[in-house]
C-alpha cells in the first residue's frame, strides 16, 4: 500500500466553470490527471486531497465532480478547501457518500486518522488553514480571529494524531503527515502553523489553494519548492497545475 497526494482538482462537471481559461496548464486538466492516477495508483493504496474538488455550490450538485474522483483507483480523503462550498457538515456528508454510492471517499475536517503504508503505520492530520499576517490579503479585522481558530484546529488534529502514533507499537509506528488547503506561510515563514507543524516532528506538510505557475515559476518558486525543507518538516505544494497533473507519493 502507498499513499499519494494531489490537490484543487477544481471539478467542474455539472457547472459551467472551465479551468482552461486560467491558462495551458488547465487544458484537459482532468483527462491528464485521471490518466497519471489510474497509471499510478492500485485500489489498495490511498490518495489525500486537501481541498478544491469541485465548484459546485450545493452538495447534490458537487455529485458527478465526487462520482469522477470515487471512480478513481484507490481510498479517497478529501479535506476541505475555499473553495467547496458544497461542503457540508460530516454527518449530512456521510449521508450523500452512502446515498450516492461513493464509498470510496472519506471526508476528514479537522482531524487526525492513522493509514497502513509500507509496514508502518501512519499519522495523518488535516485541516483547512487560513491566510496567514503577512499575506497581500490578509486583514487584521476580518482574517485574525479565523487565523487563530484555524491553527488551534491544527493543534488539536496533530494532538490527536500524537495519541495514534503512541498506540502503534514502535517497530511499526511511522511518521505523521500533515495536509492543509492553505499554506501554513508565506512571506513570513514562522507562522503558529509551522510552530506546530514542526514542534511535531512532522516528516512532511502538503498543501494546495497556490495556483498560476509556469515550467519557469516552478523551476525557481522557493517557498513552494517541493524541496523546501524547515526543521526537519519538508513542504510540499501539490495544486495539481504546480504538478502537471501528476500525483505526488508521500508514503511507500
Given at each position: 500500500?502507498?499513499?499519494?497526494?494531489?490537490?484543487?482538482?477544481?471539478?467542474?462537471?455539472?457547472?459551467?466553470?472551465p479551468m482552461?481559461?486560467?491558462?495551458?496548464?488547465?487544458?484537459?486538466?482532468?483527462?491528464?490527471i485521471?490518466?497519471?492516477?489510474?497509471?499510478?495508483?492500485?485500489?489498495?493504496?490511498?490518495?489525500?486531497?486537501?481541498?478544491?474538488?469541485?465548484?459546485?455550490?450545493?452538495?447534490?450538485?458537487?455529485?458527478?465532480?465526487?462520482?469522477?474522483?470515487?471512480?478513481?483507483?484507490?481510498?479517497?480523503?478529501?479535506?476541505?478547501?475555499?473553495?467547496?462550498?458544497?461542503?457540508?457538515?460530516?454527518?449530512?456528508?456521510?449521508?450523500?457518500?452512502?446515498e450516492?454510492?461513493?464509498?470510496?471517499?472519506?471526508?476528514?475536517?479537522?482531524?487526525?486518522?492513522?493509514?497502513?503504508?509500507?509496514?508502518k503505520?501512519?499519522?495523518?492530520?488535516?485541516?483547512?488553514?487560513?491566510?496567514?499576517?503577512?499575506?497581500?490579503?490578509?486583514?487584521?479585522?476580518?482574517?485574525?480571529?479565523?487565523y487563530?481558530?484555524?491553527?488551534?484546529?491544527?493543534?488539536?488534529?496533530?494532538?490527536?494524531?500524537?495519541?495514534?502514533?503512541?498506540?502503534?507499537?514502535?517497530?511499526?509506528?511511522?511518521?505523521?503527515?500533515?495536509?492543509?488547503?492553505?499554506?501554513?506561510?508565506n512571506?513570513?515563514?514562522?507562522?503558529?502553523?509551522?510552530?506546530?507543524?514542526?514542534?511535531?516532528?512532522?516528516?512532511?506538510?502538503?498543501?494546495?489553494?497556490?495556483?498560476g505557475?509556469?515550467?519557469?515559476?516552478?523551476?525557481?518558486?522557493?517557498?513552494?519548492?517541493?524541496?523546501?525543507?524547515?526543521?526537519?518538516?519538508?513542504?510540499?505544494?501539490?495544486?495539481?497545475?504546480?504538478?502537471?497533473?501528476?500525483?505526488?507519493?508521500?508514503?511507500?
Amino acid at each position: 500500500m502507498a499513499i499519494y497526494t494531489i490537490s484543487d482538482l477544481h471539478l467542474s462537471f455539472s457547472t459551467d466553470k472551465p479551468m482552461n481559461i486560467f491558462g495551458g496548464a488547465w487544458n484537459n486538466h482532468t483527462e491528464y490527471i485521471k490518466e497519471n492516477w489510474q497509471e499510478t495508483v492500485k485500489d489498495e493504496d490511498f490518495v489525500i486531497l486537501p481541498g478544491d474538488h469541485s465548484w459546485a455550490l450545493r452538495t447534490q450538485d458537487a455529485a458527478e465532480d465526487l462520482r469522477f474522483i470515487h471512480d478513481l483507483p484507490g481510498k479517497k480523503i478529501l479535506l476541505k478547501g475555499n473553495h467547496d462550498l458544497w461542503w457540508s457538515t460530516s454527518r449530512k456528508m456521510d449521508a450523500f457518500k452512502n446515498e450516492n454510492g461513493l464509498d470510496s471517499i472519506s471526508f476528514m475536517y479537522n482531524d487526525s486518522i492513522l493509514l497502513p503504508s509500507g509496514g508502518k503505520m501512519h499519522a495523518i492530520a488535516g485541516t483547512r488553514g487560513w491566510l496567514c499576517p503577512g499575506d497581500n490579503e490578509y486583514k487584521v479585522s476580518e482574517d485574525e480571529k479565523i487565523y487563530i481558530r484555524e491553527a488551534g484546529r491544527l493543534a488539536s488534529s496533530i494532538n490527536k494524531a500524537a495519541k495514534l502514533l503512541e498506540s502503534v507499537s514502535p517497530s511499526e509506528r511511522g511518521n505523521l503527515y500533515i495536509f492543509m488547503h492553505y499554506p501554513p506561510f508565506n512571506q513570513q515563514i514562522d507562522t503558529l502553523f509551522t510552530q506546530y507543524i514542526e514542534s511535531s516532528n512532522a516528516a512532511a506538510c502538503y498543501y494546495g489553494h497556490i495556483h498560476g505557475f509556469s515550467a519557469t515559476d516552478r523551476a525557481k518558486a522557493h517557498r513552494t519548492n517541493v524541496a523546501l525543507k524547515e526543521n526537519g518538516t519538508l513542504y510540499s505544494l501539490v495544486s495539481c497545475d504546480y504538478t502537471s497533473n501528476k500525483l505526488i507519493k508521500v508514503a511507500d
